[in-house]
């Protein structure tokens, strides 16, 4: 085949790939992330002012992180997935080195947690890019098993998420640890784990969550986190204090909301942390009922999204890629709102393209890169004699 054919299939592909990219997708992700940026604009604003600080200071801060994300998302999809065999267990290792680093003397305690680099005025969190790690590994071990998984490969598979699990449990971030293992629970059900298995390992995850709480590697407050949506009431001056601000804001909201900033509770800070963890709370009373379920239909069209590309993937690896991102922002998004309502409890995960977060806005906006990137190129026909002139597996 000549030089000008090849370059001439490249060029149809590439025109029938963008056909077949996922518009609406895309869309959806950056109007909730430019919404999560106009809520933490108004959740911080009325604070600064009182410390003397410039208004948009936080504004300004995950307006940066958003466009970067978006550009790392948009790089992501430049890349054919299937090439990622040739980087994944590189990204897993540099993961699980800046996990390890975190635990030394240049990591930065704060909170009773050890979780961040501090990096000038930035701050980088390498437990956020733990589930791209594990979502990329976890995939790439299991993509050539086409039948029920062997005890020998989910040997292998538990021990290579288990290294970034124990490392963000040493942090420690119970909440981060809960997702891995969500993430991985639903790469081995798309890998066809037997259902014998699958009951093993929930119960080892419950007794592993047993002896974390009785070893005492958990603080005090941070249990009390964990159980204060049990009886809110009775922790109300200490822990449960969060928990019963997030309710109030939310149900100020009534209907249609209070209008933008115009909270009470927004705008006098009564809401602790209201940018990161219960940014939710924002958007309940500025937005109202309306508002907020508008957000999570948003979300909810995001994940069906997702869903879609699990659905259609022509190979293994595609599929699991994209089941590991599906499980990685549905829980992520019914953990984090539901918490700030009372119904699960509150761990600190952040809700996807809306908290105020830097790390965990490249994590999300790269996890839907893979996605659009896995969709678009299995929504194409590639004849059989072009694939190894065009690179393709």
Request: charged share 10%.
């Amino acid at each position: 085949m000549t030089t000008f054919s090849v370059v001439s299939d490249r060029r149809r592909i590439a025109k029938e790939s963008l056909l077949h990219f996922d518009y609406s997708l895309l869309i959806a992700t950056v109007m909730v992330a430019f919404l999560g940026v106009l809520m933490v604009y108004t959740a911080t604003r009325e604070k600064l002012v009182l410390a003397g600080l410039s208004p948009k200071y936080y504004l300004e801060r995950q307006g940066i992180w958003v466009l970067l994300g978006i550009a790392a998302m948009l790089a992501t999809v430049m890349i054919d997935y299937r090439h990622i065999k040739a980087l994944g267990y590189v990204i897993y290792g540099g993961v699980v080195m800046g996990l390890l680093g975190v635990l030394t003397p240049i990591g930065k305690r704060a909170l009773g947690a050890q979780r961040w680099f501090q990096l000038g005025p930035l701050q980088l969190q390498p437990s956020e890019f733990a589930s791209l790690a594990i979502i990329i590994a976890v995939a790439i071990f299991l993509a050539r098993e086409s039948g029920p998984l062997p005890v020998k490969r989910l040997v292998g598979v538990l021990a290579l998420a288990g290294v970034p699990m124990l490392l963000v449990v040493k942090q420690p971030d119970i909440g981060t640890a809960i997702i891995l293992g969500v993430v991985l629970l639903a790469e081995l059900v798309m890998a066809r784990i037997r259902m014998l298995h699958l009951v093993g390992l929930l119960l080892a995850g419950a007794l592993g969550i047993y002896v974390v709480i009785h070893l005492g590697i958990l603080q005090s407050y941070q249990l009390k986190r964990l159980t204060s949506f049990v009886n809110p009431a009775g922790t109300y001056s200490n822990t449960g204090y969060n928990l019963a601000q997030s309710k109030i804001a939310i149900g100020a909201g009534g209907v249609f909301g209070k209008g933008l900033f115009h909270g009470t509770q927004t705008n006098l800070a009564y809401v602790p942390e209201q940018q990161t963890d219960f940014i939710f709370t924002a958007v309940g009373e500025q937005l109202g009922f309306v508002g907020a379920g508008l957000l999570l239909a948003a979300f909810g069209f995001i994940c069906w999204r997702v869903w879609r590309v699990v659905a259609v993937a022509r190979d293994q690896l595609g599929r699991l890629l994209a089941a590991g991102v599906l499980a990685l922002l549905a829980f992520s998004i019914f953990q984090n709102a539901a918490m700030t309502m009372g119904i699960m409890p509150i761990t600190g995960i952040p809700l996807p393209f809306m908290s105020y977060g830097g790390s965990a806005a490249l994590s999300f906006f790269t996890a839907i890169g893979i996605v659009l990137g896995i969709g678009m190129r299995n929504s194409r026909y590639i004849p059989e004699d072009r694939r190894d002139f065009l690179g393709q597996s």
